[in-house]
Nanobody, 126 residues
Framework: HVQLVESGGGSVRSGGSLRLSCAAS????????MGWFRQAPGKEREGVVG????????TYADSVEGRFTVSQDSAKNMMYLQMNSLRSDDTAMYYC????????????????????WGQGTQVTVS
C-alpha cells in the first residue's frame, strides 16, 4: 500500500521561505518520477516540478523556476520542495505525487500520468 504524506506547509509573508516534505511508504523514492503539484482556490491543479531518474532530471514550471528547488533523499525515502521568494500567487494546497515504479514520464508534471497522491499541505503567502 503506497502512502505519500506531505508536511511543512504554513503561513508565511511574501518573500519568505518554506520547505515542504513528502514521506513515502510502500514506495521507493527514485523508482519512478515524482512531482509536486498545487491547487489554488477556484483553479485547477497544476504541476510545479517533476523529478525523475533518481533526481537526475528535474523540470520546473515557469512560474517557480529559480525560486523553488526539488530534492530527494533516498536514504530517508523523502522528497522535498524548498520554496524561496514566495509570492501571494504561490498560495495553494501543495500535493506530492508519484508515478508507478518504472514510469519515467519527464517534463513539467501532468496530473494524468501520476498514480499515487498525498493528501496535501496548505501554503498561504500574505
Amino acid at each position: 500500500h503506497v502512502q505519500l504524506v506531505e508536511s511543512g506547509g504554513g503561513s508565511v509573508r511574501s518573500g519568505g521561505s518554506l520547505r515542504l516534505s513528502c514521506a513515502a511508504s510502500g514506495y521507493t523514492i527514485g523508482t519512478g518520477c515524482m512531482g509536486w503539484f498545487r491547487q489554488a482556490p477556484g483553479k485547477e491543479r497544476e504541476g510545479v516540478v517533476g523529478i525523475c531518474l533518481g533526481g537526475r532530471s528535474t523540470t520546473y514550471a515557469d512560474s517557480v523556476e529559480g525560486r523553488f528547488t526539488v530534492s530527494q533523499d533516498s536514504a530517508k525515502n523523502m522528497m522535498y520542495l524548498q520554496m524561496n521568494s514566495l509570492r501571494s500567487d504561490d498560495t495553494a494546497m501543495y500535493y506530492c505525487a508519484a508515478q508507478r515504479p518504472g514510469y519515467h514520464t519527464t517534463g513539467v508534471p501532468v496530473e494524468a500520468v501520476f498514480h499515487y497522491w498525498g493528501q496535501g499541505t496548505q501554503v498561504t503567502v500574505s
